[in-house]
């Protein structure tokens, strides 16, 4: 369909909560969909970030939001909840498609249950842990909905690093190497 532009950083938009829909089935929602994976296509194309966007992101206060995770099908979430957290927590690597040159250290919950609404509204439910970093990349797109950004979860201050840093340094032992895939989980947590 579009793409579309990315809101960025100390735009209102994105502290937003965003809405719920009541017809995950609607056709503006497929559209919405639609421009949501031209415009992670584009950021993935041009940059080589992106495996997830929120509606919010793109200036629409709807709770959908769509993931692409590499080697695998598209995956729009709508209505999407955390339904329960574990106890555990990891620390990782963040950044976000709205501030992409600042990267930083968030704390997040290892696993989550994710409860959600595919496009004919039927409801499913996901278990996500470490494999594929899902538990994070879930945890920061339902952020989205909900009015919070990365920025808001760093664990401390002095990690908080450029994009070119972050190339640098940090980038081949982080969930964004393609490469680091055969690293192991305590090289990647790095």
């Known amino acids: 369909m579009a793409i579309r532009t990315v809101l960025q950083l100390g735009d209102p938009g994105l ?14 929602i497929r559209a919405l969909v639609e421009d949501l994976s031209d415009t992670l296509a584009y950021w993935r194309k041009t940059t080589g970030y992106g495996r997830g966007i929120a509606a919010p992101q793109i200036g629409s206060n709807l709770r959908v939001i769509f993931l692409r995770l590499p080697g695998e099908d598209a995956w729009p979430l709508v209505n999407p909840e955390i339904t329960w957290r574990s106890a555990e927590k990891i620390v990782v690597w963040d950044a976000c498609l709205s501030f992409l040159s ?25 278990q996500a842990g470490e494999e ?17 950004l990365a920025v808001d979860r760093i664990v401390d201050i002095t990690t908080m690093c450029t994009r070119e840093e972050f190339e640098k340094r940090y980038r081949a032992s982080s969930p964004y ?14």
């Open 177 to 190: 190497a393609v490469a680091a895939a055969g690293a192991s989980k305590e090289e990647r947590r790095k």
């Open 102 to 126: 600042i990267f930083m250290q968030v704390e997040r919950h290892r696993e989550i249950k994710v409860r959600y609404q595919d496009l004919r509204a039927e409801w499913h439910e996901v």
């Open 132 to 148: 594929r970093n899902l538990s994070e990349l879930l945890q920061h797109e339902v952020d989205h909905l909900d009015g919070i």
């Open 15 to 28: 502290r937003e909560v965003a809405k719920k829909v009541d017809d995950p089935a609607a056709p503006e």
